[in-house]
């Protein structure tokens, strides 16, 4: 056959920036941004412990950092996933807020917390697929469709709920998640972990995180490989919508409440964790491990912000300037890799 009529060699399924599973773990634990991460989570713990070392290293304070990183840390998995596969999100704490306001109706509060839990979840995949297909079908660009989408689902959660706090039973089950404790530790931040667990086997250990990488590195290439673009994005979204979900029965959890004001700037923290852990903004590149060592840095930052009486406007202002950074180190590496 003549190479004029000689069919396009297939391209793999593995998106190019993908690393194999076993690579994938050893530059989890040894890539050299990974080690910086654990240098900067080691240098804000000495400051927490030369500053404020009677209060950083209690029990209380170390479970409120536990607790307060695993309501971020689930939405930070979702985000990992979109912002790999060439997206953004802008809507999570919205959903959030709307997905635990949703859950916390007396209506649905009388079919007990089971029922809660589920339709909290479901308010919050169901949000992710809107924005998924609007996306990918509707070919809005992600940032201008979960724009939208935070302004709607804020408003929605705003109109349900009367701008008033909707209280649950502080004894019950979901509460439990918050208040019972396991070798000193709420179970909500098990969950985290397992969600945690699952993120990173779903995207080292599966085709759907094979493509995640194919679709954001190299959105045509993956076309060509047979991976139906379209819905895999749309499915992204709806794995982060999936984790507002969850985020909401934990934060349900903490505040016995359900709000509008619930995840307020939470898409700030989950974003910046996902970048300054190594995430490229284009997509192609990135892991939930650097992602969780990113929420650790601004979970810490916070916290040690709180102890010592800071301006909350500083806390803004330095979280800015670490975005910043962790953006023009990402543009210096890719120049210096670039052939």
Not at 20 to 40: E, I, Y
Not at 139 to 147: D, E, K, Q, S, Y
Not at 175 to 181: C, D, I, K
Not at 271 to 290: D, S
Request: charged content about 10%; some cysteine; glycine content about 12%.
């Amino acid at each position: 056959m003549s190479d004029a009529r000689r069919p396009p060699a297939a391209v793999p399924d593995t998106g190019g920036a993908a690393p194999p599973p076993a690579r994938a773990t050893l530059n989890a634990l040894t890539g050299a941004r990974h080690l910086g991460l654990l240098v900067a989570i080691g240098l804000l713990v000495v400051v927490g412990l030369v500053t404020r070392p009677e209060n950083f290293a209690s029990a209380s304070n170390l479970v409120s950092i536990l607790s307060l990183a695993a309501t971020i840390g689930v939405i930070t998995v979702g985000a990992t996933f979109v912002i790999i596969g060439g997206g953004i999100d802008l809507s999570v704490g919205a959903i959030m807020a709307l997905a635990s306001v949703w859950a916390t109706t007396v209506a649905t509060q009388e079919f007990g917390p089971v029922v809660m839990a589920i339709c909290a979840i479901l308010v919050g995949t169901g949000t992710g697929l809107v924005n998924g297909w609007l996306i990918a079908y509707g070919r809005l660009v992600p940032f201008i469709a979960t724009l939208a989408m935070l302004v709607a689902a804020r408003g929605l959660a705003q109109r349900m709920s009367d701008r008033k706090t909707q209280l649950i039973d502080g004894e019950g089950a979901i509460a439990a998640l918050s208040t019972s404790r396991v070798l000193g530790i709420p179970l909500l931040v098990y969950i985290f972990a397992l969600v945690v667990v699952l993120g990173w086997i779903l995207l080292n250990r599966t085709t759907f995180g094979r493509r995640t990488y194919a679709v954001g590195g190299n959105p045509e290439a993956a076309r060509l490989a047979g991976i139906d673009v379209r819905r895999h994005t749309m499915l992204l979204y709806a794995l982060s919508g999936l984790c507002c979900g969850i985020a909401a029965i934990l934060i349900m959890a903490r505040t016995t409440t359900g709000s509008s004001t619930h995840g307020d700037l939470y898409e700030l923290d989950a974003i910046a964790a996902v970048i300054i852990g190594g995430t490229l903004l284009t997509g192609g590149r990135g892991t939930i491990v650097g992602s969780i060592l990113g929420l650790l840095i601004f979970t810490l930052i916070t916290n040690l912000f709180i102890l010592n009486g800071l301006n909350t406007s500083d806390q803004l202002i330095a979280k800015g300037l670490i975005i910043v950074v962790a953006v023009l180190l990402q543009r210096r590496n890719l120049k210096e890799r670039a052939p």
